[in-house]
């Protein structure tokens, strides 16, 4: 008698007739069996550049007209800006490396500070971007996921109190 993944039978599966369920990866790796875990992708399990593109543009429809915001965005048309972070969370979620090939490193507070991100800013980004994420129809947990990610980043971009 042998388990349903070759290995052979433990002391209590000889007594009592039961075989065992097949095993862990843990397991048919000490047991010598191969395993390979397939790699998870948050980018293409949401539905890659399709789904990044929608997000970035329905954020950027709530930017346009928001009079806080849009004056962070210095250029007239906010193409280039969307652009830009629509290269960025790509490749943070596992889309191709545009942006480091063309941008080189995030950092992404540096790239803020010349701006004065109040605690009133960020509420009206998380606003926008929640409008954004809401738009795609993510399973629960890849837009928990997703949401969890841009409202913390949010909260990093804060340099300034509110007027």
């Known amino acids: 008698m042998s388990n349903n993944d070759g290995v052979e039978p433990t002391p209590l599966e000889l ?3 039961r075989v065992r369920p097949p095993l862990p990866a843990d397991r048919l790796l000490a047991a010598g069996q191969q395993f390979v875990q397939p790699e998870y992708n948050f980018y293409e399990s949401v539905g890659g550049h399709e ?7 329905v954020f950027y429809e709530g930017v346009a007209s928001d009079e806080l915001l849009r004056p962070m ?11 830009r972070l629509l290269l ?3 490749q943070y979620w596992g889309g191709p490396k545009t942006y480091g090939e063309t941008r080189g490193h995030p ?12 605690p009133q800013a960020r509420d009206s980004w998380l606003r926008h971007m929640r409008a954004a994420v809401d ?18 980043a949010a909260q990093s971009m804060v340099n300034a109190a509110d007027a």
């Open 88 to 90: 960025f969370l790509e």
């Open 73 to 83: 965005y210095p250029e007239e048309d906010l193409g280039p800006a969307k652009e």
């Open 107 to 118: 950092r992404l507070r540096m790239r803020h500070m010349p701006f004065r991100v109040t």
């Open 15 to 17: 007594r009592t007739g």
């Open 135 to 152: 738009s795609l129809g993510l399973a629960p947990l890849h837009e928990a996921t997703l949401w969890d990610y841009l409202d913390r």
């Open 51 to 57: 789904t990044f593109v929608k997000l970035v543009d």
